[in-house]
């Protein structure tokens, strides 16, 4: 999602890394980061991106606890120390998180989350536009749309940031993010010119969404994956009346737990290769369970938010001929990171490797080119794709 402010870490984060999508057993996006860490005993089911601790530190992570370490013995903020190596390091995805900020972003991972509850996303021009409004959240009440151009947020004017920038703004730092702080958000909808102030409150992801067009195609929205999402994407299609054509939504998606997108492709494939990736050079692959569908048409919806665990997923599905991938080249975040806990108690997320898709593809820098290009319209032009596969519209 680009923007979903569920996932953003707060302002106090090195902005390089304003979006780490936590990638692996998890990966954690949106806010995201793009972790991945090895279990350290087969007790560990690794259900959470990677046990905090567990895994063997990098000689990267040791430089920046090492660089924590000084700092706390001298008297300073070890937080601090670390973000300064980090970027340092040159690591465009690293970041340093203190304890109360990890546990926040582990919350979202299991479906919970502060924020107003709106989607954004950039325009080529570098608007910022409203992607989505969760139904019942601040966002909602104060009457903002999709749609809505998003113009500043407390002051500070938004057009040509980076999504994930917008939304750390609306996520707030640390010592703001709390459920009934507000924020203060500029809009605007054709001539009329606007500011909400919103009020922060605690919601759930509510992050996979289905429901069927006109046409009868059925329409799975996956805005993260989120602990849960993958077998609730399985069961949507479970669900599904059995000559539908079917739409895998990633518009959007800053990725999470990798885990759950494999859980996802599982849905759509007969087991076989979904990715490979490296930790520190070794090498290791992910695997889809058998069973899952292919007889219906699928169609992967993807645009400039797709990202890290989305992307994963969907190199997957156009890789293994699964799918036909419509909408714009995906962010292009294909890095592993693994979190380490340094001196203090603060975290890093430092990158540790990088994913390919089952063709070898890298991601990282690149992103994925769809089949078909399309902008505005691209849920219409998945239906034309759908009825030219077979499936009813």
């Not at 990158?351 to 820098?365: A, F, I, N, Q």
């Amino acid at each position: 999602m680009p923007g979903r402010d569920k996932f953003c870490p707060p302002r106090r984060v090195r902005r390089g890394a304003a979006l780490t999508i936590v990638f692996a057993s998890v990966l954690a996006a949106g806010a995201a980061t793009g972790s991945l860490g090895a279990p350290a005993d087969p007790g560990d089911t690794g259900d959470r991106s990677v046990a905090i601790g567990r895994s063997a530190p990098t000689g990267h992570h040791e430089d920046v606890a090492e660089a924590a370490a000084e700092a706390m013995a001298e008297g300073k903020s070890p937080t601090e120390a670390a973000e300064r190596a980090v970027s340092r390091s040159g690591d465009r995805w690293g970041a340093v998180y203190s304890e109360g900020e990890y546990e926040a972003f582990e919350e979202a991972l299991d479906g919970e989350y502060t924020g107003v509850g709106l989607w954004a996303r950039r325009e080529r021009d570098g608007r910022i536009e409203v992607s989505r409004v969760r139904e019942g959240s601040p966002a909602a009440r104060a009457g903002i749309r999709e749609g809505d151009r998003l113009r500043a947020v407390d002051g500070a004017a938004v057009e040509g940031r980076p999504v994930t920038e917008v939304v750390s703004l609306l996520r707030g730092d640390a010592e703001d993010a709390a459920a009934g702080t507000t924020v203060s958000v500029g809009l605007q909808r054709g001539t009329r010119v606007w500011s909400e102030t919103l009020r922060r409150a605690r919601l759930s992801t509510d992050s996979v969404t289905v429901h069927e067009t006109a046409g009868g195609v059925t329409v799975i929205a996956v805005a993260a994956f989120t602990k849960g999402s993958g077998d609730r994407v399985r069961a949507a299609v479970d669900r599904a009346p059995a000559d539908a054509g079917l739409v895998l939504d990633l518009r959007g998606n800053s990725g999470g737990l990798v885990a759950e997108a494999v859980t996802a492709a599982s849905a759509f494939l007969d087991g076989g290769l979904v990715a490979t990736y490296d930790v520190d050079g070794d090498q290791r692959a992910l695997h889809a369970e058998p069973g899952g569908d292919l007889t219906r048409p699928l169609v992967a919806l993807v645009d400039g938010g797709t990202m890290s665990a989305a992307e994963l997923l969907t190199g997957a599905l156009q890789d293994r001929g699964r799918a036909v991938v419509v909408g714009s080249r995906t962010f292009g975040k294909g890095s592993v990171q693994m979190p380490g806990r340094l001196p203090g108690g603060s975290v890093a997320e430092l990158t540790v490797g990088h994913y390919r898709t089952p063709s070898g593809r890298g991601v990282d820098g690149s992103g994925i080119t769809p089949d078909l290009e399309a902008d505005k319209g691209a849920l219409q032009r998945a239906e034309t794709v759908l009825s030219g596969l077979g499936a009813p519209s």
